[in-house]
């Protein structure tokens, strides 16, 4: 997996075919975490991973995505945000980020865990420092994912 490259749990798929999510009207976040996950993670859930330390430039809980539009055209389902979250770099921020974790905050009980992006500069191994400078994840044009 390349690094900033979105990885949907395989278990979404089932999440939001049950009603688990709704995705243009749920409040969806990004975390980051110490572990890298893995796609089968059975039950993909924010409290299956440790959440980077608040502290300088990062709060618990991360940021909540604004603009959130869940969209269809020609059978490609898009979910899409105007927020490309971003932390300052500061003293007291988190140095062993590993992983940003797409999370639905409106969702109760387990399976609240959409997806993850692999934040190390080596394929899950070497976090990746705040306090080294920012850190910004820049959604891809066509939408923070598709579904066909």
Known sequence: MAQGTLTLFEEFAKNIGDGSHDLDGDTLAVILITTLPTAGAATPDRADFTECTNGGGYS?????????SWTEAAG??????????????????????????????????????????????????????????????TWNGSGIFTLS
């Open 60 to 68: 618990t809980g991360g940021i909540s995505l604004t603009g959130v």
């Open 76 to 137: 490609v389902a898009t979910l899409d945000s105007t927020l490309n979250p971003s932390w300052t770099a500061s003293a007291g921020s988190p140095t062993n980020i590993v992983a940003a974790l797409l999370v639905n905050n409106t969702h109760v009980g387990s399976n609240d865990a959409i997806g993850f992006i692999d934040m190390t500069v080596d394929a899950g191994t070497t976090p990746i420092s705040l306090v080294a400078g920012n850190v910004t994840l």
